[in-house]
């Protein structure tokens, strides 16, 4: 492989940390990293890395690091810094592994530098795909997904044409309340949701995976990634989350792409594409395995059906069910709502909007603070009952 130029936006978090291994496995140079406020991790990857820049996105915790670095790497402070130093930084591939929709403007930076965008933050196509698709297209941008079911898809997707597409079959592990009814979710604890059965992942999206949120959001991202429409897309829970996601052509043949789960190899396959090279993941042993696929149970999962109505709805409404979802997980987090309040709360909030069609980011970045606030007024309503 030719030694490729990274950036490394989020390389704090746990697709961010991956990413650098895959980058110090295969001896990519990493030139940019940045996270919002861990410099004693952001120092450590300084020292083992050496990147020309580093952004901290909290201006205190940047001011802290300016003491620790010497002069071969260059600070860069504050949020709207980062998005414009990445845009105008010389690099191969930027992985944008932000966590939130704070992902959503160094995305448009990448793209409208018309750079290879190594995607893992979902928001940014959840929000603003349409208007992303219109920056790649404007400015001859690439966007690699790095989500590992999008990953699997976009190779999936090699074997035929798009008109001989019938239905991407996206897998979901269904978490670890699989089979649970939605009575028994009410009383579901914080410690059992942070469980996840396959996947070890930042703390927000295990809550999403517990919830099916997260199989939501990649319904919306699916279909501006790869231009499908929300008829076309089907969620299959597959327990051992071995199968990443499928595509069914119209001769009925299915194409799958099969790993043992592990983030690394989406980061790889972007950081080589369109090359392969000997992994940095364990060999897959399908003799250790037993397949098995059901239909996801949307009664019980209702931020599922919640985000189907949603992508079905597009306009400002995957936007809003974002933002309501981000505000309910961080109050379940911090013990505040209980499991199906986070439900009960972006219900709320998403029938208290109407549609709007998307216009721009401002809009949406309107729309995203609104909608959390409108979230958090929620919590004394649901927490006197
Ligand atoms: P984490 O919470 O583990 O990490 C988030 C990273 O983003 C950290 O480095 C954090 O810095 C940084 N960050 C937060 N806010 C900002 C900001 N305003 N500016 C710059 N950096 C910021 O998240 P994950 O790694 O779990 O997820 C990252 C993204 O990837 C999400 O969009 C998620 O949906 C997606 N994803 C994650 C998967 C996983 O396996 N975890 C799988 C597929 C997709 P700091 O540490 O300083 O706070
Ligand atoms: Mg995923």
Request: charged share 25%; with cysteine.
């Given at each position: ?8 936006l ?13 980058c ?53 402070k504050g ?14 591939i ?36 349409p ?5 790649v ?28 597409v ?53 319904i ?26 499928m ?30 090279c ?17 239909e ?25 069910y ?64």
């Amino acid at each position: 492989m030719m030694k490729k130029k990274a950036a490394v936006l989020g390389s704090t978090g746990s697709v961010g940390t991956q990413v650098l291994d895959v980058c110090d496995r295969l001896g990519a140079e990493v030139v940019f990293i940045a996270a919002h406020s861990n410099i004693e991790l952001l120092l450590s990857q300084i020292n083992k890395f050496k990147p020309i820049y580093v952004a901290v996105t909290d201006i205190s915790a940047a001011e802290k690091l300016e003491n620790e670095i010497d002069g071969n790497t260059r600070l860069i402070k504050g949020y709207d810094a980062m998005c414009e130093a990445i845009g105008q930084t010389d690099c191969d591939i930027v992985f944008n592994a932000v966590s939130g929709k704070n992902g959503l403007l160094p995305t448009l930076s990448a793209v409208r530098s018309g750079k290879t965008l190594a995607l893992a933050n979902k928001e940014s196509m959840v929000l603003a795909g349409p208007i992303v698709n219109a920056e790649v297209k404007k400015h001859n941008a690439t966007i690699l997904p790095v989500d590992s079911e999008h990953c699997a898809i976009f190779q999936c997707l090699k074997n035929g044409r798009k008109d001989e597409v019938k239905r991407i079959l996206l897998t979901a592990s269904g978490g670890p309340f699989f089979g649970y009814t939605y009575d028994m979710l009410e009383n579901v604890s914080l410690e059992d949701t942070m469980k996840h059965p396959t996947w070890n992942m930042g703390k927000k999206i295990t809550v999403d995976s517990a919830t099916l949120a997260n199989k939501g959001l990649e319904i919306i991202e699916a279909m501006h990634l790869f231009d499908v429409p929300f008829d076309k897309i089907k969620v299959l829970i597959h327990r051992q989350s071995i199968v990443h996601s499928m595509v069914e052509y119209n001769d009925n043949s299915v194409i799958a792409q099969l790993a043992v789960p592990d983030m690394r190899h989406p980061g790889q396959y972007a950081l080589t594409y369109p090359d392969r090279c000997e992994g940095v993941i364990s060999e897959l042993d399908l003799t250790k395995y037993t397949l098995t696929f059901n239909e996801p149970d949307t009664d019980a999962f209702k931020m599922l059906s919640l985000a189907k109505e949603c992508a079905k709805a597009g306009g400002i409404m995957p936007c809003v069910y974002n933002a309501a979802n981000e505000a309910a997980v961080d109050m379940f987090l911090h013990e505040q709502i209980g499991f199906n309040d986070i439900y009960r709360v972006c219900e709320k909030v998403l029938s208290d909007t109407k549609y709007q069609p998307l216009y721009d980011i401002e809009q949406i970045l309107e729309y995203d603070k609104v909608s959390r606030e409108s979230a958090y007024s929620y919590k004394e309503k649901l927490t006197s009952k």
